[in-house]
């Protein structure tokens, strides 16, 4: 069997190892704010992992309003969208959406936008402390004092030595 074969058929896929991150701005009820008279939020973020798993956002209350879900890189390159009917989530509660493995990297910021035709009230924002990830978060008026209720799980796919010597070792001894 030829390297070319073994590369084709294998991959380098067994060899990595995978690490989860997922970090979620999670607030009290009293520092929780509903946004209003915001059609349009900007959430900036750092990417933890070189894959984008899926958001988690926390809805208040739901409504038949239709929300646009955007993540864009630094460049303003749209990579990942999604329209979710807000009647659809469940009302005070964390709602996770799948993103299929989307890729970034890792320690570059993006962008989360939501945007609606109505205002985004069901949407949460929080005042308090929010994880390292959480950068700037904007409305189409400026900036927001707080970061936007939602979550971010991604995954880190790495090869360390040992999994390219077993690879190597492969190589040499089929």
Same mark, same amino acid.
């Given at each position: 069997? $030829? *390297?070319?074969?073994?590369? =084709? &058929? ?8 995978? #690490? ?6 999670? =607030?009290?009820?009293? $520092?929780?704010?509903? &946004? ?8 900036? /973020? ?9 958001? $988690? ?19 303003? #390159?749209?990579?990942? @969208?999604?329209?979710?009917? &807000?009647? $659809? ?14 890729? @970034? ?13 109505? *205002? &985004? ?15 700037? *978060?904007?409305?189409?008026?400026? @900036?927001?004092? %707080?970061?936007?209720? @939602? %979550? /971010?799980?991604?995954?880190? *796919?790495?090869?360390?030595? %040992?999994?390219?010597?077993? /690879?190597?070792?492969?190589?040499? /001894?089929?």
């Amino acid at each position: 069997m $030829s *390297c070319i074969q073994i590369i =084709f &058929l294998h991959g380098l896929k067994p060899y990595y190892h995978y #690490k989860e991150y997922a970090y979620q701005n999670d =607030f009290s009820a009293d $520092s929780a704010v509903a &946004l209003s008279a915001v059609n349009t939020v900007t959430q900036t /973020f750092v990417s933890k992992g070189n894959l984008l798993n899926s958001i $988690s956002i926390y809805v208040g209350d739901n409504s038949q309003q239709t929300i646009n879900i955007s993540v864009l890189n630094e460049n303003g #390159k749209e990579i990942a @969208v999604n329209q979710i009917v &807000l009647s $659809s989530l469940r009302a005070g509660e964390w709602n996770q959406i799948v993103i299929d493995n989307h890729k @970034v990297e890792r320690n570059k910021l993006y962008r989360l936008v939501i945007s609606s035709e109505d *205002c &985004l009230s069901a949407l949460e924002m929080d005042s308090e402390d929010a994880p390292i990830i959480f950068k700037e *978060c904007q409305s189409q008026d400026g @900036v927001l004092d %707080g970061t936007l209720a @939602v %979550g /971010f799980r991604f995954t880190y *796919c790495y090869l360390t030595f %040992g999994s390219v010597c077993e /690879f190597l070792a492969k190589l040499v /001894f089929l």
